[in-house]
């Protein structure tokens, strides 16, 4: 029924305009979600309003227990141990030690940092957060002009968000059921080829314009040595992790949970050596209630999302994008770009979790149909790949916008975050100096649409 259609779509408006007000999402789908359904049933007579209402007995539940879900709260807690043992200032201290003495190296040493961190925080903003504290004053001591520090760090920042392992990347791997290892082993190079892009950005600035980065001088080699050997067992925990992963020695719950673990003893015994660093007990206590917070947080917007999602269905609002799609006549590959261009404009003001929660499910319905459906072959296919490809590629280019959508103006998020960071310094200065990186991003996106071999090799060749 078209009413039905209707006011799915006003649902849908509602919520925009909710979450742009600042309601906490969860709040906002929940409401969304329960007023819908309540309106649907005095439109539609057989929706009846209270068989909905009897799945809250059980929809909780259903959503805390998901094992697949048990993933996030030890990967937030790896983060946080390694936040609170100050392992993202070893990070940003070794990789100084190694690139630091030439022209712009200490910028290019916190995109290192920046990479290395996201890979065990898997939070684009939380990395920009962090590795602002630790860079920003440094490259502020050394010279650099406050817009190559700045947009350096927003840009860096987004990385958190793709290298595994990413809690949005797991997010969206349970909504298209795809493999959670094949989803981590596809970002990979994405993530190797966007900190190539980002230091190339910086090595073209400083050439440009030197007086960006002034020559620092070099660390003597006790200094140098020093940094290296903190850096070692902070390279070798997060490697072992991600390159774990990536071959599929073991399944990311177990990977998560011995993360955290070695993370915790790392820190503690870190502590002994120097009374300045690694994990005290404050520090463990609040990275263990830090995690049950945001946890929390997370398991809510869920919650919320299978109560969104419910409405949605019962509206039958993606399955009418689906079949408009298919029988618009549209250009798969323009009809991809447009989705995209949504993704960049929503990642400006909506959380990246969020976004996935509420657009895939609209989003990846329409594209299998344009693809060929759900048994397409990939000599057939709209796109070229099956149905199994196209759900680690698109994946992968979503996370890559949704990045893109954090610098760019005029609301990008992690620009907020690092403009806060830096007193005195106006946004226009941040926009200003992450505009390289963004127009950088844009050539990657481009990169990964045509070529989308670039996300798929692992996946392939370690299967």
């Given at each position: 029924m078209f009413e039905r259609e209707v006011i799915g779509l006003l649902g849908l408006a509602a919520l925009f305009g909710l979450l742009i007000l600042r309601l906490p999402v969860g709040l906002a789908m929940i409401g969304v979600g329960i007023g819908g359904n309540f309106l649907l049933s005095l439109v539609v007579p057989y929706l009846r309003f209270d068989p909905y209402l009897k799945q809250f007995k059980t929809l909780l539940w259903g959503v805390v227990a998901n094992y697949e879900l048990s993933v996030v709260p030890l990967f937030i807690l790896m983060g946080l141990l390694a936040s609170h043992a100050r392992l993202s200032n070893d990070l940003f201290q070794g990789f100084n030690a190694m690139v630091g003495r030439f022209r712009g190296g200490v910028a290019m040493a916190a995109i290192g940092a920046c990479a290395g961190f996201g890979a065990v925080c898997g939070s684009s903003l939380a990395t920009a957060s962090t590795m602002g504290r630790v860079a920003l004053p440094e490259l502020r001591r050394l010279n650099y002009a406050a817009k190559l520090a700045t947009g350096t760090l927003a840009a860096g920042g987004t990385l958190g968000i793709l290298i595994p392992p990413s809690v949005a990347l797991v997010i969206y791997a349970i909504i298209v059921e795809a493999s959670i290892i094949e989803m981590f082993q596809a970002a990979i190079l994405p993530g190797l080829i966007a900190v190539a892009f980002f230091i190339l950005v910086i090595a073209v600035v400083v050439r440009v314009n030197p007086d960006a980065a002034p020559q620092t001088?070099?660390?003597?080699?006790?200094?140098?040595?020093?940094?290296?050997?903190?850096?070692?067992?902070?390279?070798?925990?997060?490697?072992?992790?991600?390159?774990?992963?990536?071959?599929?020695?073991?399944?990311?719950?177990?990977?998560?949970?011995?993360?955290?673990?070695?993370?915790?003893?790392?820190?503690?015994?870190?502590?002994?050596?120097?009374?300045?660093?690694?994990?005290?007990?404050?520090?463990?206590?609040?990275?263990?209630?830090?995690?049950?917070?945001?946890?929390?947080?997370?398991?809510?917007?869920?919650?919320?999302?299978?109560?969104?999602?419910?409405?949605?269905?019962?509206?039958?609002?993606?399955?009418?994008?689906?079949?408009?799609?298919?029988?618009?006549?549209?250009?798969?590959?323009?009809?991809?770009?447009a989705m995209l261009l949504i993704l960049i404009v929503l990642g400006c003001v909506m959380d990246s979790l969020a976004m996935i929660l509420v657009i895939v499910p609209f989003f990846w319905p329409a594209l299998v149909d344009l693809n060929g459906g759900d048994y397409a072959l990939a000599e057939t296919a709209a796109f070229g790949l099956n149905t199994e490809e196209l759900k680690i590629w698109f994946g992968i280019i979503a996370l890559v916008v949704v990045e893109l959508g954090l610098i760019t103006p005029p609301v990008g998020l992690n620009v907020f975050i690092i403009a806060g960071l830096s007193q005195g310094v106006r946004m226009a200065e941040v926009f200003a100096g992450v505009m390289p990186f963004f127009a950088i991003e844009i050539l990657r996106i481009a990169l990964l649409l045509a070529l989308p071999a670039l996300c798929l090799f692992l996946p392939r060749y370690l299967s």
């Open positions: 001088a070099a660390l003597t080699g006790d200094e140098r040595r020093r940094a290296l050997l903190r850096l070692l067992p902070v390279v070798a925990i997060f490697g072992a992790i991600i390159l774990g992963l990536g071959m599929g020695l073991f399944t990311p719950t177990p990977a998560a949970a011995v993360g955290a673990t070695v993370i915790l003893i790392y820190g503690i015994l870190l502590r002994f050596k120097d009374p300045e660093a690694g994990l005290s007990l404050a520090g463990i206590r609040g990275s263990l209630l830090d995690t049950a917070v945001t946890s929390g947080m997370i398991y809510f917007i869920l919650f919320g999302a299978e109560v969104l999602k419910t409405f949605f269905a019962r509206a039958g609002l993606p399955a009418a994008m689906a079949t408009w799609t298919a029988n618009a006549g549209i250009d798969p590959w323009l009809l991809l770009i």
